[in-house]
């Protein structure tokens, strides 16, 4: 069966620090992964999709950034938070069948706050 | 417009009473409908899953797809306490990767 892991669970972390979440997959191969932020009270956000390895989709503009150097890891970076960088961010899955995704499954989440 | 509505609640409703959820969106190309549960602090957990119109049942859970009124719902049936979470719809179409959510109905359910 298919498992995602993310950590950390719970960051905080002072304004204009460096940021690194990572994301691994078990029990596929080439899945969609997928960056989301979650603020408190609102929708899924996306931030980044990949549909393979070195292959980056960025949806919002914004101080962060991700790559995928191994077809099942996604990592979520930053040089310099922000205080708006605070929210629960979510690793998702998928895989794709005929070139879509049509389901996915979630992470644990990281709850990041940025001080 | 958003893409997808959802009725934020929160929602409150007795143990055991048949609860409603529903969401509506704008884009005719979506095909696949999912319910997704996330209780607090956790990922969300993929519930239902439906392509294109009709119903599904699972336990006492049944999700309906209305494509030409472009409205989902989730029916739970004899709620439980353990049913108190975030209950979130998204949806894709047949041309891409992505997925648009709603922004998720809060519900309890009281003993």
């Known amino acids: 069966s298919q498992t995602i892991h993310q950590w950390p669970a719970t960051l905080v972390q002072p304004v204009g620090s460096p940021l690194s979440l990572e994301c691994t997959v078990e029990g596929t191969s080439n899945p969609n992964l997928y960056w989301y932020r979650q603020a408190a009270g609102r929708g899924l956000q996306l931030l980044f999709y990949?549909?393979?390895?070195?292959?980056i989709s960025s949806e919002v503009p914004q101080n962060l950034s991700a790559s995928r150097p191994q077809d099942r890891q996604f990592i979520l970076s930053s040089k310099k938070l922000l205080l708006s960088d605070s929210g629960f961010y979510l690793c998702a899955w998928s895989v794709p069948t005929s070139g879509r995704a049509d389901t996915q499954y979630f992470g644990p989440g990281t709850r990041l706050t940025v001080l | 417009q958003k893409e997808v509505e959802q009725d934020p609640g929160p929602l409150s409703v007795p143990e055991g009473a048949i609860v409603s959820l529903n969401c509506t969106y704008s884009n005719s190309a979506f095909q696949y409908f999912m319910w997704y549960r996330q209780y607090s602090r956790k990922g969300p957990e993929l519930l239902m899953y439906t392509y294109s119109s009709g119903n599904k049942e699972d336990g006492r859970f049944t999700a309906q797809v209305d494509k030409s009124s472009k409205y989902i719902s989730l029916f739970i049936r004899d709620s439980q306490p353990s049913d108190s979470a975030t209950y979130l719809c998204a949806m894709s179409d047949n041309t891409g990767n992505q997925f648009y959510f709603g922004t998720g109905t809060s519900l309890t359910v009281i003993p």
């Open positions: 990949s549909v393979g390895i070195g292959q």
